[in-house]
Nanobody
Framework: QVQLGESGGGLVQAGGSLRLSCAAS????????MGWFRQAPGKEREFVAA????????YYADSVKGRFTISRDNAKNTVYLQMNSLKPEDTAVYYC???????????????????WGKGTLVTVSS
């Protein structure tokens, strides 16, 4: 069992930066690939980024590639999402997710997620 809790959301102007954190509880965190999804009002939840268990492999949605960076610290049971050059269209609730492998995120998207956090709201003003 893995429990996930996001933090770091807030209001930022376009062009600004935020860093989201996801703290995990449970002894098996380091065995999971971790990812971030987001859901804007009236839209489906979409994949943002994923990282494998060791941090050596990452995967991004085209819409955030070059602007967002996912990382993890297994000693702290935490995964991060550094978001730079934010745009109003990045406004959404951001969810942390755990899956058996990065390939699961790629092949199955949110259908492959084993555990979800409750989300943190990011609002980007123009």
């Amino acid at each position: 069992q893995v429990q996930l809790g996001e933090s770091g959301g807030g209001l930022v102007q376009a062009g600004g930066s935020l860093r989201l954190s996801c703290a995990a509880s449970g002894p098996t965190f380091s065995t999971y690939a971790m990812g971030w999804f987001r859901q804007a009002p009236g839209k489906e939840r979409e994949f943002v980024a994923a990282i494998n268990w060791s941090g050596g492999s990452t995967y991004y949605a085209d819409s955030v590639k070059g602007r967002f960076t996912i990382s993890r610290d297994n000693a702290k049971n935490t995964v991060y999402l550094q978001m730079n050059s934010l745009k109003p269209e990045d406004t959404a609730v951001y969810y942390c997710a755990a899956a058996p492998g990065v390939g699961v995120f790629e092949r199955l998207g949110y259908y492959g997620v084993d555990y979800w956090g409750k989300g943190t709201l990011v609002t980007v003003s123009s």
